[in-house]
């Protein structure tokens, strides 16, 4: 089933906003530190973001997180395009920025050691799933992230709340303030805990998703089994929704799985890229046009012909992988979960088919047992009916009465025996 054909609830844009809506927020945070600016022009950001990292002795160890949220009802807005380009960003980036594309990826540029993410937000609206996209554009050597989304729907509370919260919370000297404490984390390390962070929150949202769903499907269940008036189309149209609306996220989440294997493999604390050395024993053979390699002599060593080399993480620090493994854990707890809830919907489904046709069953039953009831009926008074004169009933004066009294026998019998065989 192709994707443009699951009826899942989109915005593409917001009616009646200016054309060239857009918000810049800055946080400027570390561990002692916490900064939160607002700028509507993104030319006051840009001068504010060169003095900021040349004066480097007053805003040392500083991480940067620019939050653009676009609200404009156009195009790919010209200030969104004149901050990539002041970071350099990748054009194909840019495009998918500007884009709203129904699938998740991640690009990793290695040649500035930075990475575009491109996600998508769920929420649930109380009968169906919205989606709305984000994109993540994270470069650790210069301790910036930025993100990139949409305005929120009107009944949804703003995104990254939680993170937000947690940023602005002031530094205390007590107690709490240890290693293990999430707050001081998120601002004693760098920026990729907070990418880390918001892809937390993300996928949480997709597991209250995939509860509100359950609660979905059990409320359908019960509905089904006790109430025998709401077994209708509305009911089976509205569980065919869910149907779709699961058939998405497993849309989304099959790349999701694919782009957190691919986070974890830009480490290579546990891999070594053999180099070969330039054996002489090489020679090509010239009507092959193959290399070959001679038998090696039994007192050469391997070892001598390689050389290891151990390659570093140039988009992340080696801290985040072990939170990175929890993201993946929790990606598999939703597909082990989605893969539940669409054999759930499938189930009742077939549970809703099966009760309707028990019900017309029924139906068609008792119309059986009515015709086969006055079909004794009918046989007597049709051959009684017939108009001849030699007839004998009629010369009997009582006849009348005692037909319907033997018709009145036939149906009081076969109501008991249908009675006795549990038919009625």
């Known amino acids: 089933m192709p994707l443009a054909d ?187 805990y907070l990418f880390y962070c918001l892809l937390d929150d993300i996928i949480d949202r997709y597991m209250l998703v995939m509860e509100e769903i359950a609660i979905r499907i059990s409320q359908f269940d019960a509905i089904l089994m006790t109430d025998t008036q709401a077994r209708t189309l509305t009911t089976l149209h509205s569980i065919y929704r869910l149907k779709h609306d699961l058939l998405h996220l497993r849309i989304l989440l099959n790349p999701l799985k694919e782009i957190i294997n691919r986070l974890q493999r830009t480490t290579s604390d546990n891999e070594y890229v053999p180099c070969y050395r330039v054996d002489p024993s090489l020679r090509l053979g010239m009507k092959h046009h193959i290399l070959r390699r001679q038998p090696k002599s039994s007192h050469q060593s391997t070892t001598n012909n390689k050389e290891t080399t151990k390659l570093k993480s140039i988009y992340l620090n080696e801290y985040i992988y072990v939170y990175l493994n929890d993201l993946d854990n929790h990606v598999n707890q939703l597909i082990d979960s989605l893969e539940i809830q669409r054999e759930s919907v499938s189930m009742l489904i077939s549970f809703w088919i099966t009760l309707t046709s028990n019900e017309v069953q029924g139906i068609f039953k008792i119309l059986m047992l009515i015709t086969v009831l006055f079909m004794p009926c009918n046989l007597l008074a049709g051959m009684h009916s017939t108009n001849f004169k030699t007839q004998p009933q009629y010369q009997y004066i009582n006849g009348y009465y005692i037909i319907l009294s033997i018709l009145a026998v036939i149906l009081i019998g076969m109501i008991t025996w249908y009675r006795i065989k549990q038919w009625i």
């Not at 700028?39 to 500083?62: A, G, H, P, R, T």
């Not at 303030?177 to 004693?188: A, Y």
Request: charged fraction near 20%; proline fraction near 3%; charge should be positive.
């Open 6 to 192: 699951v009826d899942i609830v989109r915005r593409r844009s917001s009616i009646g906003l200016p054309t060239d809506k857009v918000d810049f927020i800055l946080y400027l945070y570390n561990e002692y530190s916490f900064e939160e600016k607002y700028f509507q022009s993104v030319y006051e950001l840009i001068d504010l973001l060169k003095n900021e990292i040349e004066n480097n002795k007053k805003f040392k160890n500083k991480y940067y997180w620019i939050e653009v949220i676009n609200c404009s009802c156009g195009d790919f807005p010209n200030s969104i395009k004149i901050l990539c380009e002041h970071f350099n960003i990748h054009p194909l980036t840019m495009e998918d920025i500007a884009t709203l594309t129904p699938y998740m990826k991640l690009n990793l540029f290695h040649d500035n050691g930075s990475l575009y993410l491109l996600m998508k937000i769920l929420t649930w609206n109380g009968y169906r799933v919205q989606q709305q996209q984000v994109s993540f554009y994270l470069k650790c050597s210069q301790n910036l992230l930025i993100t990139f989304q949409e305005q929120c729907f009107n009944n949804v509370e703003p995104f990254f709340q939680t993170i937000r919260t947690r940023l602005r919370r002031k530094h205390q000297n007590n107690a709490e303030n240890s290693p293990f404490n999430q707050h001081n984390r998120l601002k004693q390390l760098n920026v990729d």
